[in-house]
């Protein structure tokens, strides 16, 4: 799954695994190499049944960077909760990304940076006073 240049991979070994994928386009338009994709996979259990026991859900996102484009930053990653829906693996209504799920991964780069105070003034360039 991939949209521009975001990609997700999830190896997995079982066929009886079932999964659904979306992805969201983010930008101008919604055509941008930003946004993000998803897969969502229920795993049957051991009990013999084929009915879905645990559900994940991975997230990979990649967002629009540099500090004057907070606003289409923020826009962007509330487009991608509202519109990352995976059709239901048990029903016919789709569903979000943070439906109940045993456990949900986000890998992202979402371009949002910290700006810390310093805790100390910066050290003077100065040559210690020898001890011995």
Do not use: W
């Not at 055509?31 to 997230?59: C, Q």
């Amino acid at each position: 799954m991939s949209v521009h240049s975001v990609a997700l991979l999830v190896f997995g070994r079982d066929d009886d695994v079932g999964h659904r994928t979306c992805d969201v386009k983010t930008g101008p338009l919604y055509m941008g190499n930003k946004g993000a994709v998803g897969v969502h996979l229920g795993v049957p259990g051991d009990n013999g049944i084929r009915s879905i026991d645990e559900l994940y859900t991975f997230v990979c996102a990649y967002l629009i960077a540099y500090a004057q484009k907070l606003t289409q930053r923020i826009q962007d990653y509330r487009h991608i909760v509202h519109t990352m829906l995976f059709p239901s693996l048990n029903t016919t209504a789709p569903t979000t990304m943070f439906v109940t799920v045993n456990s949900h991964f986000g890998f992202s780069d979402l371009n949002f940076r910290l700006a810390l105070p310093p805790l100390h003034a910066p050290a003077s360039h100065e040559q210690p006073p020898s001890l011995l």
